[in-house]
């Protein structure tokens, strides 16, 4: 959305304005203040024309204007109703220079988690992926990911859903998944280039919908309003990504993994033990019988108390 249409809702905001009122508020002309409105009706605003000007009715339940209206993070939304995948799109745009770019798709019919394992997108999910373009040295990049999983908890919360976060970045319901983060990043040894969290939401989807062992916003407390999901994220990943020393103790704190036996899959092997901890950047710390292991990467499972 351009800056003028965003200039144009805010300004409805306080209610209604006239159209001779907009253009010297804009500083346009009366004939693009009108070309503005019609092209946020088309976009799925609802905008009232009456004998006191121009009101705003209602706003679109879902797209990237809809998204971009009220939201207080520096983002831009680019919005797709099916793509194979936002991370592509995302490597795309961030590969043109883009930077501060969400790409939201309301289905993905490509979708990947970790490992290559398949991601099932249907429509009425969240399908997010954020170009980033951090100032951080690249063994710090990680924080990011840890960060990308405590803004969805939140969002998750505040739609009224207990979620919790499975080291590193599995955000669960008891022991059902609830969302999946993918982290891509493209840099040389000493810096980074973009970093694009990839971050897939089972938000409207109904039971029969999902996969095994997965849950939804919808199935425990029904449908919710995307659009404010959505923001409330990248709101709350902006918040995160300028303050990275908040971002271990914010993941601690929601945390489902510490305190738990865990079996932990790695490259060198696996390692099971008691998760005590997790340090810079992200790294798990588990207490093993041989002394305390340093994990930096690997498939966790929470073990069941026998």
């Given at each position: 959305?351009n800056?003028?249409?965003?200039a144009?809702?805010?300004?409805?905001?306080?209610?209604?304005?006239?159209?001779?009122?907009?253009?010297?508020?804009?500083?346009?002309?009366?004939?693009a203040?009108?070309k503005?409105?019609?092209?946020?009706?088309?976009?799925?605003?609802?905008?009232?024309?009456?004998?006191?000007?121009?009101?705003?009715e209602?706003?679109p339940?879902?797209?990237?204007?809809?998204?971009?209206?009220?939201?207080?993070?520096?983002?831009?939304?680019?919005y797709?109703e099916?793509?194979?995948s936002t991370?592509?799109v995302?490597?795309?745009?961030?590969?043109?220079?883009a930077?501060?770019?969400?790409?939201?798709a309301?289905?993905?019919?490509?979708?990947?988690?970790?490992?290559?394992r398949?991601?099932?997108s249907?429509?009425?999910?969240?399908?997010?992926?954020?170009?980033?373009?951090?100032?951080?040295p690249?063994?710090r990049?990680?924080?990011?990911?840890l960060?990308?999983?405590v803004?969805?908890?939140?969002a998750?919360?505040?739609?009224?859903?207990?979620?919790?976060?499975?080291?590193?970045?599995?955000?669960?319901?008891?022991?059902?998944k609830?969302?999946?983060?993918?982290?891509?990043?493209?840099?040389?040894a000493?810096?980074v280039s973009?970093?694009?969290?990839?971050?897939?939401?089972?938000?409207?989807?109904?039971?029969?919908?999902?996969?095994?062992?997965?849950?939804?916003?919808?199935?425990?407390?029904?449908?919710?309003?995307?659009?404010?999901?959505?923001?409330?994220?990248l709101?709350?990943?902006?918040e995160?990504?300028?303050?990275?020393d908040?971002?271990?103790?914010?993941?601690?704190?929601?945390?489902a993994?510490?305190?738990?036996?865990?079996?932990v899959?790695?490259?060198?092997?696996?390692?099971?033990g008691?998760?005590?901890?997790?340090?810079?950047?992200?790294?798990?710390?588990?207490?093993?019988?041989d002394?305390?292991?340093?994990?930096h990467?690997?498939?966790?499972e929470?073990?069941?108390p026998?």
């Amino acid at each position: 959305m351009n800056d003028t249409r965003k200039a144009v809702l805010d300004a409805l905001d306080d209610g209604p304005v006239t159209g001779p009122d907009l253009a010297a508020q804009l500083d346009v002309s009366r004939a693009a203040v009108w070309k503005h409105v019609e092209a946020l009706r088309e976009d799925g605003f609802e905008i009232d024309s009456g004998d006191d000007g121009y009101r705003l009715e209602s706003v679109p339940e879902f797209g990237g204007p809809a998204v971009e209206y009220g939201l207080d993070a520096p983002f831009d939304v680019e919005y797709h109703e099916s793509v194979p995948s936002t991370n592509v799109v995302a490597r795309e745009l961030a590969d043109d220079g883009a930077s501060d770019v969400a790409v939201l798709a309301d289905e993905q019919t490509g979708g990947k988690g970790r490992l290559d394992r398949e991601w099932t997108s249907p429509s009425g999910g969240v399908w997010l992926s954020v170009v980033l373009r951090p100032d951080l040295p690249p063994a710090r990049v990680p924080m990011l990911t840890l960060a990308a999983a405590v803004a969805a908890t939140d969002a998750a919360r505040e739609a009224g859903v207990d979620a919790e976060i499975k080291w590193p970045n599995d955000v669960l319901v008891g022991d059902r998944k609830l969302v999946g983060i993918l982290t891509e990043m493209e840099g040389e040894a000493d810096r980074v280039s973009w970093v694009i969290p990839g971050i897939g939401v089972n938000a409207n989807i109904p039971a029969d919908e999902l996969p095994e062992g997965a849950v939804s916003l919808q199935t425990e407390v029904g449908p919710v309003e995307r659009r404010l999901f959505v923001q409330r994220l990248l709101e709350r990943l902006d918040e995160l990504r300028s303050d990275p020393d908040a971002i271990l103790d914010a993941w601690r704190e929601r945390s489902a993994t510490l305190g738990q036996e865990v079996r932990v899959e790695t490259p060198e092997g696996i390692v099971e033990g008691v998760a005590k901890d997790v340090d810079l950047p992200g790294t798990l710390l588990v207490e093993t019988d041989d002394g305390v292991e340093r994990i930096h990467a690997g498939d966790c499972e929470h073990l069941r108390p026998a």
